[in-house]
């Protein structure tokens, strides 16, 4: 009884290493995705796309929010994303970056707004 005794305590304490140890790391990388998300962003304001070139990892994602009172859209030019509905103010679009390259793209409302994303490995 008291060997099976101890053995209970081991596995209580390795279980509670174990948890303490996913409860760090799993903030790390939550905290990790949240910085990413945060550079990855792209705001549109002032019929402009901004920044206008943003080089991302591939599988990375990226945001973009319009800051703008007017509609906007983004629509990948040669369809290596599928596009975004017309977005309202402060509502954002996500992709995630696919295949390295250059990503060029446009707002259908106003084809004249462009951007551009490259990917790399
Ligand atoms: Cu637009």
Redesign the pocket.
């Known amino acids: 009884m008291r060997t099976y005794s101890n053995k209970l305590t081991v596995l209580l304490a390795t279980l509670i290493i174990l948890n303490l140890w996913v409860a760090v790391f799993g903030d790390g990388m939550k905290n990790m995705d949240e910085i990413t998300a945060r550079q990855n962003r792209i705001e549109i304001k002032d019929?402009a796309f901004n920044p206008q070139t943003l080089t991302v990892k591939s599988g990375e994602k990226v945001t973009w929010i319009n800051r703008d009172e007017?509609p906007?859209?983004v629509v990948s030019v040669d369809k290596q994303f599928n596009k975004s509905t017309a977005l309202d103010t402060d509502q954002t679009f996500t992709i995630t970056a696919g295949a390295p390259g250059t990503y060029s793209y446009f707002?259908s409302?106003?084809p004249k707004?462009t951007g551009t994303i490259v990917v790399e490995k």
């Open positions: 019929f007017e906007h859209t707002c409302v106003h707004m």
